[in-house]
């Protein structure tokens, strides 16, 4: 069984599924969003209204992602990939 994901990491993982979503269709689709976030659908809207309240996204409904949901998601990829290099150097045996 793998790690439970904290709140942050779904965050990146919906706003992830949005981009990604938004490049590949004129609509974006609260179904293929709960798929590419791997949840459920009523914690994909329980966790969509507080990324609306936190500003990330700009409409529920829509899930159009704010300039602060950009910037969440460009440092949040940072953070990730920066303790990604730690644990490989960290855990490299020589």
């Known amino acids: 069984m793998g790690d439970r994901r904290g709140k942050l990491e779904i965050y990146h993982d919906i706003l ?3 981009k990604e979503d938004s490049q590949n269709n004129e ?6 969003v709960q ?6 659908y009523d914690k ?4 969509v209204s507080e990324m609306s309240e936190k500003k990330l996204l700009n409409d529920e409904i829509a899930m159009k992602i704010t300039d602060s949901g ?4 460009d440092e949040y990829a940072e953070i990730r990939t920066m303790i990604k290099k730690l ?3 960290v855990f ?3």
């Open 92 to 94: 490299t045996v020589d």
């Open 87 to 89: 644990c490989d150097d």
């Open 27 to 32: 609509k974006i689709s609260p179904t293929r």
């Open 16 to 18: 992830f599924a949005i």
């Open 44 to 47: 994909l809207k329980q966790f």
């Open 70 to 73: 950009i910037k969440f998601y």
């Open 35 to 40: 798929f590419k976030s791997n949840l459920s």
